[in-house]
């Protein structure tokens, strides 16, 4: 049968990931977000989780988001645009815009979403878009979806960028680009890149769903630790689901860019609301990032201690100091290999193979939580120590 044949077709390739050392699996978890985890039936000590500063199961979170239930129940049921845009949604909007300094922010159901919302309904096949080749991989797909003219400037390399610029003709530039990129955890080049964007008339988007809580003044991310605005930067998008713990998206803009968003970015007209209690936990998290800086100073030493600990050990480190801190293993079945070693010394890390990272480049990406102890590190490190690199 013809039906037959199709899914051998899925089977044959299904087989080949395998054998390439790319297929990929999921675990469950079975308690909440925190360093020490029961996953699949085990007691693991994990370094993989975005939970940047140890929100996603902190007390305060939990009862705003319960009482948010209690006040709003489960489900938005509608989307934005109909009855699912709650006074909760918008005290959110009005708490980050402060946050970010921006006159108004809309909230999107993902990162995701929103990068496909921004270029959809800013660019038309008339218009240009220029991307960081390590983009992540939302940005990458809204640039192709948008219908505008897409290229991409190698990794955070303004020359590369320039001479592009220099080469185009015609209709509105936007310029996207990670703020902190999530595989390799180094910054984007912001003062260089809004130079540019200034220079060549381009909007300067910045994806900063890896800096936000974690970098600049209270957690307001890689713009506030560069010292850019909104006049440098017209476009911000930060997700609420990483060092803020919670879940979704926003864009922080202008008052013209946001109605524009909630007029034309599909992604955000045909879905419905994310549930009002998701909002209102969100609001104590951005809380509690904003007022305790001791989370992110927690970070700094973790890192320090890390990478100082690693490089002495001879760990291939990539030049990161946030919070994820990848070391390259080269081939996928080494990375594969490594996360295995770890897990059966009981600490979970994830292996990034390919497509995720270019070929030859699979790495372990670890990434530390403000809830991580010193033995917890030191527990990651002595396991590190023990990895088998002979073909490294």
């Given amino acids: 049968m013809v039906i037959d044949a199709n899914m051998q077709v899925l089977s044959n390739a299904l087989e080949k990931r395998r054998d390439s050392s790319l297929y990929r699996q999921r675990k469950v978890a079975e308690t909440a977000q925190q360093p020490e ?47 699912g845009h709650t006074r909760a949604h918008h005290a959110l909007e009005e708490a980050l ?132 605005g909104a006049q440098e930067v017209p476009i911000l998008m930060g997700t609420l689901g990483k060092a803020l713990g919670t879940f979704g998206a926003f864009v922080a803009g202008s008052e013209a860019l946001i109605e524009t968003l909630i007029q034309q970015a599909r992604s955000y007209i045909y879905t419905t609301a994310p549930p009002p209690a998701i909002a209102e936990a969100t609001r104590e998290s951005l809380r509690i990032a904003t007022q305790e800086s001791w989370r992110r100073e927690r970070l700094k030493t973790l890192i320090e201690q890390f990478r100082v600990s690693a490089k002495s050990m001879g760990l291939p480190l990539m030049d990161s100091h946030t919070p994820i801190q990848p070391i390259v293993a080269g081939s996928a079945s080494q990375a594969l290999a490594w996360s295995q070693q770890l897990e059966e010394a009981g600490i979970l890390v994830s292996a990034i193979r390919p497509p995720t990272v270019p070929e030859g480049s699979a790495r372990l990406r670890i990434t530390f939580s403000a809830n991580h102890t010193e033995r917890h590190l030191q527990r990651l490190l002595d396991a590190l120590s023990y990895l088998n690199r002979d073909q490294v």
């Fill in 37 to 83: 985890m029961r996953i699949d039936g085990r007691n693991l000590l994990t370094f993989c989780s975005n939970d940047y500063l140890g929100l996603a199961n902190h007390p305060d979170v939990i009862r705003a988001f319960q009482q948010g239930a209690a006040d709003y129940g489960t489900g938005s049921g509608a989307a934005h645009l109909i009855t």
């Fill in 97 to 228: 815009a402060d946050f970010t300094g921006r006159p108004r922010v809309l909230l999107f159901s993902t990162g995701y979403m929103a990068n496909l919302g921004i270029a959809s309904a800013l660019l038309d096949r008339n218009d240009r878009l220029y991307e960081d080749r390590l983009n992540h991989a939302s940005l990458i797909d809204a640039g192709q979806l948008s219908r505008a003219k897409m290229l991409r400037y190698q990794h955070a390399d303004t020359e590369s960028l320039q001479r592009l610029l220099e080469a185009g003709d015609g209709g509105k530039t936007l310029i996207a680009t990670d703020g902190v990129f999530s595989m390799d955890g180094d910054l984007a080049p912001l003062p260089q890149l809004a130079e540019l964007a200034q220079s060549h008339n381009a909007w300067l988007m910045v994806d900063d769903a890896h800096g936000i809580g974690v970098l600049g003044d209270q957690g307001r991310g890689a713009l506030s630790h560069f010292g850019l």
